[in-house]
């Protein structure tokens, strides 16, 4: 079901039913005796130039569904849409003129650099990858691009190792940016970092949304920084997501009790520092090899019921712009007409 707000325009980017399984496999033989539960059917949609963060526990499967996005690794199932084109069963000869729409910024902005490259050749790159411009355009926009991250035209010659952490992660804006995206997945960009540098990232993120009308899809397990950039956040719980509204109504009324023991931790911004109730999730993350029947979250939901051991609840409308999966709330608003 589309998860996007009714009123607002088409969304830049639909993702329905997306499921990605990985084969365990055993024996001399390799046989698969089992699949990872990586992503489970997640559907969820981002407009032009909005941020929809993507939050949950490592391990719950969002940087996957990151990757089955772009196309990194392919979908088992589901459907993604880009621009209304269905592009699931693309291949990559057929996806690559769209690679320039669809761009990755990776967690760990000195590992995803090639060591042996100069700075302004690894913003180059995607140019000369997809062909664009003669030599002395593609310096000009690499010029442009480092300006507009922050750096200095003449960092270009520099190594990676010569820049501190923030810097790196700005060179890997700028290599997203150079090919002009209009999607950006952020996968815990900003994890690797310092607190200070955090926020200057994520301002600058914000800044260039603006400008460029960029889309974001922010993956992340730090609630704080997700409140702070995101339109709109979708909670994933093992594989599936389980609630999905506007930022406000996640932090202030949210539905479902993962997410209710997830915000529990954050700190509530008063100048106090007064807390949320905290809520102690029971028991261990289950293996996505055999996720619980039912709800994933029965086993340390500590509202389950009988009910939710044996039969999934759905993603539906709550309330307006509100999409929940939890037997607790079933009253749903009625589909428009
Ligand atoms: Fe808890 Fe049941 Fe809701 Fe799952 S469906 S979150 S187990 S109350």
């Keep these: ?3 996007h707000p009714a009123a607002a325009e088409a969304p830049l980017l639909e993702v329905e039913g997306l499921r990605k399984y990985f084969p365990v496999r055993s024996g001399i033989v390799t046989r698969t005796v089992g699949q990872v539960h990586a992503v489970d059917g997640v559907s969820f949609s981002i407009g032009s130039g909005e941020t929809l963060g993507l939050v949950g526990e490592s391990g719950c499967g969002k940087s996957t569904a990151g990757k089955a996005v772009l196309k990194l690794t ?8 880009l621009r209304g084109r269905d592009i699931t069963r693309l291949s990559k000869a057929q996806m690559r003129p769209l690679r320039r729409e669809m761009q990755l910024i990776f967690q760990d902005p000195f590992s995803s650099l090639n060591p042996r490259m100069t700075a302004g050749a690894i913003v180059r790159e995607p140019l000369w990858i997809h062909g664009i411009g003669t030599a002395a355009q593609r310096g000009e926009r690499v010029a442009e691009a480092f300006s507009r991250v922050g750096l200095r035209p003449e960092q270009a010659s520099l190594f990676p190792h010569q820049f501190s952490g923030g810097q790196r992660q700005r060179i890997g804006i700028a290599r997203a940016l150079v090919l002009g995206p209009s999607l950006i997945v952020c996968d815990e960009c900003v994890s690797a970092l310092d607190v200070s540098i955090q926020a200057q990232v994520i301002n600058l993120l914000m800044d260039l949304q603006e400008e460029f009308d960029l889309a974001f899809l922010f993956i992340a397990h730090d609630l704080s920084v997700v409140e702070h950039i995101s339109h709109r956040v979708a909670v994933m719980y093992l594989g599936r997501i389980v609630e999905v509204t506007d930022r406000r109504r996640l932090f202030t009324s949210p539905l479902h009790p993962y997410t209710e023991a997830l ?15 905290r809520l102690i999730l029971e028991g261990d993350v289950p293996s996505p090899i055999s996720p619980p029947s039912g709800c994933h979250f029965h086993p340390r939901c500590p509202r389950a019921m009988e009910r939710c051991r044996v039969e999934a609840p759905e993603l539906h409308e709550e309330r307006p712009g509100h999409f929940v999966s939890c037997h607790l709330h079933t009253g749903g608003v009625a589909p428009a007409s």
């Excluded at 392919?74 to 849409?81: D, F, K, N, S, V």
């Design 1 to 3: 079901m589309s998860t």
């Design 74 to 81: 392919e979908p088992t199932a589901g459907t993604i849409r």
């Design 263 to 277: 915000l529990s931790s954050v700190p509530v911004p008063d100048p106090g520092g007064a807390r949320r109730k």
